[in-house]
């Protein structure tokens, strides 16, 4: 009986310092940001390049991912609007069979895009790895991140640490029940963030420089 106590003792320490973790990232992320994120195109500043983030066009039930779709309008009107010159398009490429850049490549040009006003790097498999290779390989300093809010907020916060100055341009998102497990995961992915800006981690894959000329 004395050890079922301490058990249950330790299980409930080990939830409270998980909500604080999680709840404690969120505010973090939310409140260093806030000034950082525009929802219109006539007042975000211009950057020369947008880092649009990449996500899968289809999901695992056919169906056409919203995000996706909305992250490419997004890019889309802020390169009409003349607030970049460029989109580097930051996505997983880690099989042959998936290519986000290259399909949201074809899709931006589908919209009107000129295909050399497009960079494609096939190595953004995380956030992380998005944000520093756009410093370190492609030499941006000044950016404008490309998504919905709460991956702005997050890619956002990851350039401050990375020496980045970067501003957001809010895709539109997604409705709470459509988007519910990406939230959830949203919330643990700030967790680890932290640990990664903490512990200094570094992308998969870095490489010789790429000037955007």
């Known amino acids: 009986m004395p050890y079922l106590l301490a058990f249950i003792k330790i299980a409930i320490i080990m939830a409270i310092l998980s909500l604080l973790s999680i709840f404690g990232a969120n505010w973090l992320v939310v409140h260093s940001t806030k000034d950082k ?4 195109s006539n007042e975000i500043p211009h950057n020369k390049v947008g880092l649009l983030l990449g996500t899968g066009k289809v999901l ?7 995000y996706y779709t909305y992250r490419i309008e997004a890019a889309v009107r802020l390169y009409k609007a003349q607030k970049v010159d460029y989109i580097l398009v930051s996505g997983d490429n880690s099989r042959k069979t998936y290519d986000e ?3 949201i ?4 040009i589908a919209k009107g895009i000129p ?3 497009i960079i494609l790097d096939y190595a953004g498999f995380r956030t992380l790895d998005s ?21 702005n907020e997050r890619a956002i916060y990851l350039a ?7 501003v957001g341009y809010n895709a539109k998102d997604v409705s709470r029940r459509y988007g519910f497990k990406t939230k959830l995961r ?3 992915a700030r967790v680890k963030m932290l640990l990664d800006v903490a512990f200094g981690k570094n992308p998969k894959f870095l490489g010789e420089p790429i000037e955007i000329k």
């Open 186 to 188: 949203e919330r643990l």
């Open 37 to 40: 994120l525009y929802n219109a």
């Open 60 to 66: 695992s039930n056919g169906n056409t991912n919203l």
């Open 105 to 108: 490549k074809n899709d931006l």
């Open 115 to 117: 295909a050399d006003k």
């Open 131 to 151: 944000v520093v290779r756009c410093k370190e390989i492609f030499g941006q300093s000044s950016i404008t991140v490309i998504s919905q809010q709460f991956h």
């Open 160 to 166: 401050q640490h990375n020496g980045i100055t970067a």
């Open 101 to 103: 850049p290259t399909t």
